[in-house]
């Protein structure tokens, strides 16, 4: 199991940018799929953006493509999702996890084994 904790969540006004950190402990951080999930009020659990175990691939949700960005430090074992242009609709707990499987790639949220506690982000308009 990997242990991660998420920060840098907070309210900010549509049209402005947060930037969410990811760190990790535990087992090797630099061999697993990250990603970022949101969860808004009364609304499932959805992804939101991906990075695989080398940083070379990304994937998005289309509801985010073009606003936000997911890096990853692997030195510091730290995964970030910047956000842009922020929406109301934006507005969710924000959860970083792990992969289950080494070099995998995915997206669905039974794929992800460790989780983060959650950082909130809401967007006023």
């Known amino acids: 199991q990997v242990q991660l904790v998420e920060s840098g969540g907070g309210l900010v006004q549509a049209g402005g940018s947060l930037r969410l950190s990811c760190a990790a402990s535990g087992r090797t951080f630099s061999i697993y799929t990250m990603g970022w999930f949101r969860q808004a009020p009364g609304k499932e659990r959805e992804f939101a953006a991906g990075l695989n175990w080398n940083g070379g691939n990304t994937f998005y949700a289309d509801s985010v493509k073009g606003r936000f960005t997911i890096s990853r430090d692997n030195a510091k074992n730290t995964v970030y999702l910047q956000m842009n242009s922020l929406k109301p609709e934006d507005t969710a707990v924000y959860y970083c996890?792990?992969?289950?499987?080494?070099?995998?790639?995915?997206?669905?949220?039974?794929?992800?084994?460790?989780w983060g506690q959650g950082t909130q982000v809401t967007v006023s308009s």
């Open positions: 996890a792990a992969h289950k499987r080494a070099f995998a790639e995915s997206r669905a949220p039974m794929d992800f084994g460790s």
